[in-house]
């Protein structure tokens, strides 16, 4: 079967996302986290209820939902479901998008302004898509096409689909989240509602990304509580917070950090420290694969908040840590036919499949734990959040060729 996505309309779509703010917040009040969320999300109902599906709603949370009855398929189809998430990462501006068009890449460095470049030095990547039309930052903002890339090909596909009643498919739930940059895209989301037998996220990186394996995932916080004198007096009384602090990091070695590690290598990541002499908090992901030396991973923190209570006095230091996903394919053992048929679907459209596992989490995962299998696809962006963040518009299309082949495969069997 010839599947061709209109470039265009794509493309014209995509740029239309981008530049609507979604940025979410990590302190918010509200669900959304963010305003902008709301916008986006309540063009894509008017959107789906234009494309013609069925019950169309924007729930108290955000969540925007909509059926397509299957077409010229067994009674017994599966309810196909996919999603993607609308808001952009906090990791940097997001605020004012200014994409630029790139026809042709013709190799070598791409200046974006404000004293930032790409470059295959630091993104070798970049080599493979000489001679294709690349969407790039203006420097100033991240992208989005972390997740806006899965929205426009969810929604591109489904364009597709209205245009081509000769194409069958199976029936299709959709659903668009917000906030699932800070780990609640589908805190409140109602599977039973939602109502898909299983569900694909679009929500990867390069073309051909293929994901059922992902981080088992931790948060810690580590409080650290000190003695203040004044220095000139400080022998022997002062203990300072910030160098407990910086000795406990120490401690985590130089070898186990996300810029030290790749493939299936874990990590602490140290993303956030504030602190002076009387008070000192670090905050760490946690992230590992295998779920036994994950355990022994969040051991490793408590044993060392140990070690220096022993050096330092009782409660110096304390560690709380919280779990926050699971690493997904603990759950999928029943269910992998899904992925077996993606990979099939990615051959038919001439991608090679790359099944490494996700450094990192989706929507997908969560849902996954919850009971709804959710592996995830590519998108096709590259750089994620990041004023370096880059789109190759042809995988951009082939995620969306992916979708239409995806429902067309569960028609018949």
């Known amino acids: 079967m010839e599947i061709e996505i209109d470039r265009v309309s794509l493309e014209k779509r995509f740029l239309r996302y981008v530049q609507i703010d979604t940025q979410s917040a990590p302190i918010h009040s509200t669900y959304p986290s963010t305003e902008g969320q709301w916008t986006l999300l309540h063009l894509l109902k008017f959107e789906l209820e234009a494309l ?113 009643p000769e194409v069958s498919h199976a029936p299709l739930c959709i659903a668009f989240t917000p906030d699932e940059e800070i780990g609640e895209g589908v805190r409140f989301f109602d599977i039973a509602k939602f109502g898909a037998t299983f569900a694909y996220t679009v929500d990867g990186g390069k073309l051909g990304e293929l994901s059922y394996e992902n981080f088992n995932a931790a948060g810690a916080e580590v409080c650290v509580r000190g003695i203040n004198v004044h220095p000139g007096g400080a022998k022997g009384k002062m203990l300072n917070a910030a160098r407990i602090a910086i000795e406990f990091d120490s401690l985590l070695g130089v070898t186990d950090r996300p810029e030290m590690t790749e493939g299936r290598e874990g990590f602490f990541h140290l993303h956030q420290m504030e602190g002076n002499e009387t008070e000192a908090k670090l905050s760490y992901l946690i992230r590992e694969f295998d779920n036994e030396i994950f355990c022994q991973r969040k051991r490793k923190l408590e044993s060392l908040a140990s070690l220096l209570n022993h050096r330092y006095g009782a409660d110096t230091v304390t560690v709380t840590i919280k779990d926050q996903y699971p690493n997904m394919i603990s759950y999928l053992d029943a269910s992998m036919h899904i992925v077996e048929r993606a990979k099939e679907v990615f051959e038919e459209a001439g991608i090679v499949p790359d099944c490494s596992p996700i450094r990192g989490g989706t929507d997908g995962v969560r849902l996954t734990e919850r009971g709804l299998p959710c592996p995830n696809l590519f998108a096709g962006g590259l750089n994620f959040h990041s004023v370096l963040e880059y789109l190759p518009v042809r995988s951009m299309e082939k995620a969306s060729e992916v979708v239409v082949r995806l429902a067309h495969s569960f028609a018949k069997n």
């Open 52 to 164: 013609g599906l069925d019950e169309v709603v924007i729930d108290e949370f955000g969540y925007v939902m909509g059926k397509l009855a299957g077409r010229n398929c067994r009674a017994d189809a599966p309810l196909v479901g996919f999603l993607a998430h609308v808001d952009t990462s906090p990791d940097a501006p997001g605020a004012g998008v200014k994409p630029r068009v790139i026809e042709s890449y013709s190799g070598g460095e791409i200046v974006l302004g404000n004293g930032h470049v790409l470059s295959p030095t630091e993104s070798p990547e970049l080599l493979s898509y000489v001679g294709q039309r690349l969407i790039v930052t203006d420097g100033t903002t991240l992208l989005g096409a972390d997740d806006k890339a899965g929205v426009a090909a969810i929604v591109e596909a489904l364009r597709y689909l209205s245009l081509h």
